[in-house]
């Protein structure tokens, strides 16, 4: 008797994420996890407060599926206020389940079988996967380290007549870059000149270091082209709680929205509420506390891993570091991570898992720095002891 296959092909070259595997370890070895991006401190006490009202005063039912009316509003008010765009809170904005589900609900909504999607690469590690789904072909652009900048006449070189978006993601996870205004300019005359869409990953708008963030949907002619992506997670530290959003033209928001009901139904009601109180009480200042916050941290990692024997360069954005181990190691990156972790204490990952190569075909790994100063002093000091040993 013949069987039939009982899994589907699309996800048969699918893995586990390397980033929560690497947390696994991390909790088998008792390591420092350097390795996924979340913090290891409270969230601002304002929006624990919202929430815990919300539910005290019985907001535990269904959302409007698309997000609340406060969020919404708040969101309105914030892309005015931050970016002077004008942002219709009915027909244009989608609050869904994390910036991960975001971006599943705009490919599956907008992107066709045989398309295919510009992937800049390295890259966060569910956007290929997320390409597949919609049975079309994620087309890897690499960008070259150490820099890592956006060439425009080379990103061109890989626009095909089935060129349907480009994702782009700043600030940049894992590179920390924050692409430049003549960056994007480059981007966005390539979507112009071939009718292309672009999904913009601005998860980390309110983190960078240096330069400034520039959403792509306020350039010329890129408001109608351009699906914007963001969320709370990383900017309120508040990564469980799941909350991404959605700013797209009217037309492409109806039909997001339709896959996101179906895919979700909607965002958890009362965290929707203590994030829009927060939006709504916090300052200027809070940002800029936040940025300076983890510009320390920053430095406290960055000098433990340059004086642990690590090649790297400090990121202009988001809370990862690049790390070339090549001098420590000629280990495959998945090993060494995992013998990082075993014989310094502190675990990051492999930096395979970021680009469109075999696994251990790397000589990079990636670290987070979303942690308290003194557990980035600790791990540096690991990272110290375990070069010294080496040497």
Not at 220 to 244: F, Q
């Amino acid at each position: 008797m013949t069987h039939k296959p009982r899994t589907a092909r699309r996800t048969r070259l699918f893995t586990e994420s390397v980033i929560r595997e690497m947390t696994r370890v991390a909790q088998e070895c008792g390591a420092l996890n350097l390795a996924q991006g979340f913090p290891d401190f409270p969230a601002p006490q304002v929006i624990k407060d919202a929430a815990c009202q919300a539910i005290q005063e019985d907001i535990n039912q269904y959302a409007i599926t698309w997000g609340s009316p406060r969020y919404r509003d708040a969101l309105v008010r914030k892309y005015r206020e931050w970016y002077g765009m004008e942002v219709n809170g009915e027909r244009e904005i989608t609050v869904t389940c994390g910036a991960t589900e975001a971006m599943a609900s705009i490919m599956l909504a907008v992107i066709n079988p045989g398309d295919e999607v510009i992937v800049l690469e390295p890259f966060y590690e569910n956007y290929g996967p997320d390409a597949i789904l919609c049975e079309a072909t994620p087309v890897f652009h690499r960008l070259e380290p150490p820099e890592f900048r956006l060439d425009a006449a080379r990103l061109e070189a890989d626009v095909t007549p089935r060129t349907r978006a480009i994702i782009l993601n700043t600030p940049n996870n894992p590179t920390g870059r924050v692409f430049d205004r003549e960056e994007l300019e480059g981007v966005a005359d390539i979507c112009r000149r071939h009718d292309i869409l672009a999904f913009t990953d601005e998860i980390y708008e309110h983190i960078y270091y240096e330069g400034e963030h520039i959403p792509l949907a306020t350039l010329p002619d890129m408001r109608e082209r351009t699906v914007t992506v963001s969320g709370a997670s990383k900017t309120y530290s508040v990564t469980g709680w799941r909350l991404g959003t959605i700013v797209a033209p009217a037309d492409l928001t109806d039909e997001i929205r339709k896959v996101h009901d179906f895919l979700t139904v909607g965002a958890p009601a009362p965290l929707q509420e203590g994030v829009a109180a927060a939006m709504n009480a916090l300052g200027p200042g809070f940002y800029e506390e936040l940025k300076q916050s983890y510009l320390a941290k920053r430095e406290v990692l960055y000098q433990g891993l340059r004086e642990g024997g690590f090649r790297c360069s400090a990121p202009e954005g988001a809370y990862y570091i690049m790390a070339d181990f090549s001098d420590l190691s000629d280990q495959d990156d998945d090993t060494f991570s995992r013998s990082l972790a075993r014989d310094a204490g502190v675990i990051p990952v492999p930096g395979s898992s970021f680009f469109n190569v075999q696994a251990g075909d790397s000589t990079y790994v990636r670290f987070v720095f979303c942690k308290k100063i003194d557990s980035l002093e600790t791990a540096s000091e690991r990272l110290r002891a375990y070069a010294r040993a080496g040497a």
